[in-house]
């Protein structure tokens, strides 16, 4: 049974873990960061220790969490010193878990499948916690401490999980560089963002609901050429999001199109 | 004061509209639609009167609201007998007011900037109702039937409503558009589109209260490089979302990059 963790990052993911794993009672033994102040600031939230060199990290810990940016995690691996039976998972969406191999015998991969910023809370019992492990009972220790965090624990293989996070990328960043777009357009008007808010929630939560083929509207899905061609013309100044307009517009109607018959 | 009106259409926004007004004490005298059977369904649900003849059209009423698809709206006019000082608006985002000059002196546009299906029951008294009027009399009158259904009522002219609608669609069909991508992708390899809902709806809340430009992370903001490209090899054998993760990638990029200082 995972009793205590020792973090190795001090970013966003790693913050709001540290914090959601606390407050369920695993400790947080020790944060490591380059950082000092990094680590320091999180340690502080959650009452632990905390170091900048690897070489201090503390020997005895039931799990250690990579939770650094993608490009960093084969360079902490080659600094650290674990014992070969000690539990190492990273947090990663597009890395393979077979990046660990080598490095301890008892590892795996535990992703919170969530946006996170560090000064925002968040809930952690409905994120959905993707795990792979080395071995089955490494996967039950993991599944085990998931479950104290979310009721969404899924047995997630690299290849899916690679998968997931692509789309990730899609409905998180790419959504949110939309929001960004329409801010930019009212802003030029001096119009409020505020005024897109409810839109912006209604259509997140339509989802939630009805499959988002089901939940399209507007002149894209209607093949409107004359609002299309008036919107087109009216981002001449903007020639990026003109792209975007015309490659999305293009999408939908061609994802309506193959879709419709099986609604 | 307006006690009543006559809604012309019967789609998503007519219907939703219907069911607000009815809720907060406007009658709904008569519904028309072209389709009889979409009249008589909304016009049950608000216990009104219903045609598919425009010269049926009861005679005094308050209220005429055109809330039909924009191609649609000029047919309406045309085909519409109401007298000089009767109060007529319509509800499009990307129509100009002055469409219905002409056809009565007291006119205006009632524009409720949020997404609607016919069977998803809305909270109207958060959207925001986007206003504009031929007099100051007939403003008034929209405003204070505007301010009984929502809390946010906003005096915009037809140019910023164009606006308004062209934001609306980024934020809202395109993003839904992403939603579908992410969900077709999860499809392939037999994943839940489950696992994305909730960040879908944190991605919304989270511009509830942060500018979308400081929400943004991942890797097309930091540049990425190797999982972007490893992302759009994944996408080889679909083009139209390779080339819409490119042209995102490369606009949230060079939007951060502008907008980093003013952060």
Do not use: W
């Not at 632990?48 to 490009?71: G, M, R, W």
């Not at 259509?203 to 939630?208: F, G, H, L, M």
């Not at 894209?220 to 999305?248: N, T």
Request: proline share 3%; aromatic share 8%.
């Amino acid at each position: 049974m995972i009793e205590n963790v020792v973090i190795i990052g001090a970013g966003n993911l790693a913050t709001q873990l540290a914090l959601a794993l606390t407050e369920k009672g695993i400790q947080v033994k020790q944060v490591f960061s380059r950082k000092l102040e990094s680590a320091s600031a999180l340690a502080e939230k959650v009452n632990a220790a905390f170091t900048n060199d690897l070489l201090q990290l503390l020997p005895e810990a039931d799990l250690y969490i990579v939770a650094v940016k993608d490009s960093a995690i084969l360079e902490v691996l080659e600094n650290l010193h674990i014992k070969n039976d000690q539990l190492i998972v990273h947090t990663a969406g597009s890395v393979p878990m077979s990046i660990l191999d080598g490095f301890s015998n008892n590892y795996g991969v535990f992703y919170p499948l969530q946006t996170f910023s560090k000064n925002r809370k968040i809930d952690f019992s409905t994120i959905p916690i993707c795990i792979e492990a080395s071995h089955p009972s490494t996967f039950l220790a993991l599944e085990k401490l998931a479950g104290r965090l979310s009721s969404s624990v899924n047995q997630i293989n690299s290849d899916e999980r690679k998968n997931l996070h692509l789309s990730a990328v899609f409905v998180n960043n790419f959504v949110n560089h939309l929001y960004a777009i329409g801010a930019d357009i009212l802003h030029e008007k001096r119009l409020d963002f505020g005024l897109l808010k409810p839109l912006i929630l209604e259509t997140a939560q339509k989802v939630q609901e009805l499959h988002p083929s089901a939940a399209q509207t507007g002149p894209a899905k209607r093949y409107d050429q004359s609002i299309i061609a008036a919107q087109l013309k009216m981002l001449h100044d903007k020639p990026e999001y003109q792209k975007i307009y015309s490659f999305v517009t293009e999408s939908i109607f061609q994802f309506q199109q193959k879709h419709d018959h099986v609604l």
